[in-house]
């Protein structure tokens, strides 16, 4: 940690000097009674004559060393065809809404597997807006086959869950009420 000098200036008491002493000269360092001597350098073999050489072109973006021209100049290419927005490319097709539906309908019935899995039933709606917006699909040239598909495979996939549950309670029941009631009821002395 270092402290700030005193208010009348630092003083080495080492110095004979005094306080106001100078460090000693450094003859390396030039100063005005003696020049630094100059080492001749050795001339540079890839060095071009001309510095600027390799940043001269005509167009002030493009990389050095590329020659002009060697860049799309303005209005080198065709303008888009009419009726199209952007460069070139048709516009998207229109999502149909029916396929959509379906794929927010199958997911919802796939979430309502967790409440013993009877809200899957739910996936069927799904699965025949699925199918219905495929129809629409192919007839008005609409967009969202996929939707549609994914909603037919998650709608299908959790009805057959959701039957399957059901079965599988009603097994669960019928099997509990057959069970001989242990302990309860029961009067033998």
Not at 7 to 15: C, I, K, Q, R
Not at 86 to 112: E, F, R, T
Not at 167 to 173: L, N
Request: aromatic residues 10%; proline residues 15%; negative net charge.
């Amino acid at each position: 940690m270092t402290y700030p000098p005193p208010s009348g200036g630092w003083h080495d008491p080492s110095s004979t000097a005094g306080p106001q002493s100078s460090p000693p000269a450094d003859p390396a360092l030039p100063m005005a009674g003696n020049p630094v001597p100059t080492q001749p350098t050795p001339a540079d073999p890839y060095a071009s004559a001309d510095p600027y050489a390799g940043m001269k072109s005509a167009d002030p973006y493009a990389a050095a060393g590329y020659p002009p021209g060697a860049y799309p100049q303005p209005g080198a290419f065709p303008p888009p065809p009419a009726g199209y927005p952007g460069y070139g490319y048709p516009p998207a097709p229109k999502q149909n809404g029916l396929a959509i539906a379906a794929m927010v309908v199958s997911i919802i019935g796939a979430l309502g597997l967790c409440g013993y899995g009877l809200g899957g039933y739910i996936g069927a709606v799904g699965a025949i807006l699925g199918h219905m917006a495929r129809k629409q699909i192919r007839e008005r040239g609409e967009g969202g086959e996929g939707f549609a598909t994914a909603g037919i495979i998650v709608g299908w996939i959790s009805t057959v869950l959701a039957v399957l549950a059901t079965i599988a309670i009603v097994i669960f029941i019928v099997w509990v009420a057959n069970q001989e009631p242990s302990g309860y009821g029961s009067t033998t002395y």
